[in-house]
């Protein structure tokens, strides 16, 4: 996978766990196993979540920023 490719994927994880999503994930996953464990351990969730946000936010950034290994120079 190239830089680019991993970057857009890693924004989407930064997307989905943006802690400030975190309530309209809970809704989505709401009548499921996943929301009930969600909205029980709401700041362990929030925590986690914030952790993972940062993470691949910094690793997407950090993936678009480099040039491509075909031959893309800055």
Not at 40 to 68: G, K, Y
């Amino acid at each position: 996978m190239n830089g680019k490719a991993k970057g857009y994927w890693l924004a989407l994880v930064a997307a989905l766990t943006c802690p400030c999503h975190i309530p309209i994930v809970i809704l989505a996953l709401s009548g499921t196993a996943a929301g009930a464990l969600l909205a029980d351990n709401m700041v362990a969730a929030l925590a986690i979540m914030t952790i993972v946000f940062l993470l691949s936010l910094r690793s997407a950034l950090r993936a678009f920023d480099r040039p491509d290994k075909l031959g893309e120079s800055r």
